[in-house]
């Protein structure tokens, strides 16, 4: 556990994937951080240079863009983010439907399937 770089602990593997696809979110939104970050940034030193814009106004829209990062980092904690996965998740699951063994322990066979032959019969 000291040199991993996930660690379960739940014996529910199903958080592997949600673990995979909120990575995929993180990821995604410190590259939009960092680009806004950087043409807000390069926007102000070149006003700056420019002298269109005072040193005043150079700190504020440093701390606004601080700020905006900050929010928009927020929204992976919300849980309309979170419930978003766990939908996808669930709703990708449920679509092939669930299996069940038989006696014998070589086959599988829908459940509905067996529903059905027990309709028929």
Do not use: Y
């Amino acid at each position: 556990m000291e040199m991993s770089d996930v660690t379960l602990m739940d014996s529910n593997l199903a958080k592997i994937l949600f673990s995979m696809k909120m990575g995929k979110k993180v990821i995604k939104t410190v590259k939009e951080n960092i680009t806004f970050s950087l043409v807000i940034n390069f926007v102000a030193v070149t006003l700056t240079f420019l002298g269109k814009m005072s040193l005043l106004w150079a700190i504020v829209s440093d701390v606004g863009v601080m700020l905006l990062v900050t929010l928009n980092g927020m929204k992976l904690l919300s849980r309309r983010t979170i419930d978003k996965i766990d939908r996808s998740r669930s709703m990708k699951s449920a679509t092939p439907s669930k299996r069940k063994r038989k006696k014998d322990g070589q086959q599988f066979v829908k459940i509905e399937q067996e529903i059905e032959l027990r309709e028929v019969i």
